[in-house]
């Protein structure tokens, strides 16, 4: 397709695609808050919000009430008369948008689980109750719920530069996660005890900004968040038997902790390798809860908070520093039944996303990074990540002799996922992207990143998503929207938000800019906007000004469109000189002519008598006459010819170089860089790479002259695969006969007819 959106669909008179046209016109205007360079401006803002908190787990009804004190703010040039609040808790209400917008399943083939999980999203009581929203003073504020959000109306407008406190006092039923799809809730382990990942738990103030006033757009279980940076004070509340781990940094340990964990901790705040905790051994011998216990947790300059609590939890940890970093305690948590897995694999998966990522972007600055095990099989939230990865017993096992190992799936799967969670602390948690809008702003370049931190993880590791061959079938498929799609809009979310953009961003890096031009731009783009809120043309305008690259073209291609590559070599022409003279021009006729195949007429006329062989008085002289013969005109002629040149154009026709025309046609109307592999007569090969500027006048095909020493044979575009082309058959010029396999399969048994007695 090459005309895919409105406001890109145009093309010169003779319908000729534009593919290289700025995209000044779509992107906002540049202003003192948002710069033309992308970066932050002089007049920049963002909103602040403060959460005092606490939150109590009642573990055999699973239910979570909780108190907070908000303190708002209002750091815009605008005076609010009201605030947005986010209450996430009541996605899962039969009559949530999120439920009534949703299209019907295959109901006709479900498994037990999946019906299960229908049934009781019909019936599930997710309704967040709302006891008290008062002022500072304790006079109630006005409220104006709509689905998973709730105007909040002020007892006064608040003006630039003021802040404003409120109390909300709430409380729900938690989830159980294993039912229903969800991105918190509660687990039943096999022993009867309960492990709780909460998350989205507590009504939040919703971001107001300056490209879009109040993002408060329903919560619809897809599009996650856009939240405010803040700091926290969580006091959580639980069974004494349990331990939790959270957001920030444990103020109250000596309360909390056994001596012994204290003692361990000492000892892993200088190991070289993750120190175990609380075993798993320890962790499933926890007797019964007599009371409860509080452990006080807090947090600076976060976007959101989460906690996972049980009885059950195994827990190591290793105190870890990236370079040009400080300190970080890089720990996990997990039940009896990960062990075999998570011991050995999960904190090491969180240190080395720490190394990474704090290379490719920042130092990661916050003083704990944290991997849980549970029934949410992947979130993520500042400083804490839920992954569901444990060991199974299906396919293959791996491992030393005498060591019995978790499946490599399950291990590559849960080394991928941390990596991915973790990774995510960086973008959205740190460069505050809108989630909610943008998906591919923190799924996609956290997807980039995770593919280049999979790179070092070991040799061969199968890395997940980057690599351009891997998305080929999908980019040419029609069920495509542009990656610059709204979440809840966007179709195959999977590899819309995650694959495209991180597979885009790694052909940028490897085939446009080069490793260290993208690495720049991206770690500047990182540095910018850490702890502030970007947005698209933000991201693009910052990447163009470091790496020094007008990317428009890029951009326009990969993000606004749903174009995709198919480049074909449709011709090779060798060309050489005409030397004009006569000798030289009539032996290669010759040798020309001798090449030509003999006719089958002709092969069997062998042998036939001739009547000039009787009568050879019938021969003369046109009967041995070779037209390719030169004659004394044609040597006089050129004499003539070189007389009338210069010296150095006499030169010109003494050249012998080959001049080779390639043809090339663009059919899917994505715009590339072309590496071609030449084939020369000898069968000496030599690489050419082309750059994208070769489809400028005209994006649909393009024609290339190469000066060689010898005749090329053929030409293939993209050997190494570089680019996601869709079909491969007609990248070679002359084309190649292809290979299929035959399978044979079993001969049908055929049963004997039935005997009667």
């Known amino acids: 397709m090459w005309l895919t959106l409105g406001m890109m669909a145009w093309a010169g008179g003779d319908g000729r695609p534009d593919a290289f046209r700025q995209l000044d016109e779509v992107w906002p205007t540049p202003n003192n808050v948002r710069t033309v360079t992308g970066r932050p401006g002089s007049a920049y803002w963002q909103q602040r919000v403060d959460y005092d908190m606490q939150v109590t787990i009642d573990e055999p009804t699973a239910t979570l009430t909780g108190s907070e004190t908000i303190t708002y703010h209002n750091n815009s040039p605008d005076t609010l008369d009201y605030l947005w609040v986010h209450l996430e808790p009541d996605l899962l209400k039969p009559t949530a948008q ?116 109040w993002h408060h757009d329903p919560f619809t279980g897809r599009g996650e968040f856009t939240t405010e940076f803040g700091d926290y004070t969580m006091a959580i509340t639980v069974p004494d038997n349990h331990v939790v781990a959270a957001t920030g940094e444990l103020v109250n340990p000596e309360r909390i902790l056994e001596p012994r964990w204290i003692k361990r901790l000492e000892q892993a705040d200088s190991a070289r390798e993750p120190v175990t905790i609380i075993s798993a051994a320890e962790a499933g011998k926890r007797g019964p809860s007599k009371g409860t216990k509080t452990w006080t947790y807090k947090a600076e300059n976060v976007r959101d908070v989460a906690f996972a609590s049980s009885s059950r939890f195994a827990w190591d940890a290793m105190r870890y520093t990236p370079e040009g970093g400080e300190p970080v305690w890089a720990m996990s948590y997990w039940p009896p039944a990960g062990d075999a897995l998570w011991a050995r694999y999960s904190t090491w998966a969180v240190v080395h996303t720490l190394d990474v990522y704090s290379d490719f972007a920042f130092p990661y600055p916050y003083p704990v990074a944290i991997s849980v095990n549970g029934p949410v099989g992947g979130m993520e939230y500042p400083m804490i990540c839920f992954n569901g990865p444990r060991p199974t017993d299906e396919g293959d096992w791996y491992g030393v002799p005498g060591e019995k190992m978790p499946w490599k799936h399950s291990k590559n799967g849960l080394i991928s996922v941390i990596i991915h969670e973790v990774g995510h602390n960086w973008y959205p948690m740190i460069v505050n992207s809108d989630e909610r809008h943008w998906t591919w702003m923190d799924e996609g370049l956290n997807s980039y990143v995770q593919f280049l931190a999979e790179a070092t993880w070991e040799p061969d590791y199968p890395r997940r998503r980057g690599e351009p061959r891997a998305l080929a079938e999908y980019m040419a498929s029609p069920n495509r929207v542009p990656v610059m799609t709204q979440s809840d809009s966007l179709l195959q979310f999977g590899n819309n938000a995650y694959a495209t953009p991180a597979v885009a961003l790694n052909y940028l890096r490897e085939s446009i800019l080069g490793r260290e031009r993208m690495d720049d731009a991206f770690r500047a783009y990182s540095k910018a906007w850490a702890f502030k809120r970007p947005n698209p043309a933000d991201f693009f305008r910052i990447m163009e000004d470091v790496s020094g690259e007008d990317l428009d073209w890029f951009w326009r291609g990969w993000f606004y469109s749903t174009d995709h590559v198919d480049v074909e070599v449709t011709g090779v022409t060798n060309y050489q000189i005409n030397t004009q003279n006569p000798e030289i021009e009539s032996d290669r006729k010759k040798r020309e002519r001798d090449e030509e195949p003999i006719s089958l007429s002709k092969q069997r006329d062998e042998g036939l008598r001739f009547l000039s062989d009787s009568q050879p008085e019938l021969l003369d002289y046109y009967s041995t006459y070779d037209a390719l013969d ?115 399969k079993p001969q049908d048994v055929v049963p004997p007819p039935m005997r009667l007695p």
């Open 98 to 213: 999120g439920a009534l917008m949703a299209a019907a399943p295959d109901i006709e083939d479900m498994s037990y689980k999946g019906f299960a999980n229908l049934l009781g999203r019909t019936t599930f009581d997710a309704n967040l109750e709302l006891s008290r929203v008062e002022d500072a003073e304790g006079n109630p504020l006005a409220t104006h719920p709509i689905d998973t959000t709730m105007r909040v109306d002020l007892a006064s407008p608040l003006a630039p530069g003021e802040h404003v406190v409120f109390d909300i006092d709430w409380s729900y039923q938690i989830v159980d996660a294993t039912l229903h799809r969800a991105r918190s809730g509660y687990e039943t382990l096999d022993d009867g005890r309960r492990l709780f990942e909460l998350a989205q738990f507590y009504p939040r103030v919703a971001a107001y900004t300056d490209a879009g006033g």
């Open 630 to 744: 030169v004659t004394a005109a044609q040597r006089a002629e050129y004499v003539q010819l070189l007389d009338a040149l210069t010296p150095s154009e006499q030169e010109l026709l003494k050249t012998r170089k080959w001049f080779t025309v390639i043809d090339l046609v663009n059919h899917g109307g994505l715009v590339t860089n072309v590496p071609l592999l030449l084939t020369f007569e000898d069968g000496s090969t030599e690489e050419l790479r082309l750059p994208v500027d070769l489809w400028r006048k005209d994006a649909r095909s393009a024609r290339k002259l190469v000066v060689s020493d010898q005749a090329i044979a053929s030409v293939r575009f993209d050997p190494h695969w570089e680019t996601p082309d869709s079909e491969r058959s007609n990248d070679i010029f002359p084309r190649e006969v292809p290979t299929r396999q035959i399978k044979l």
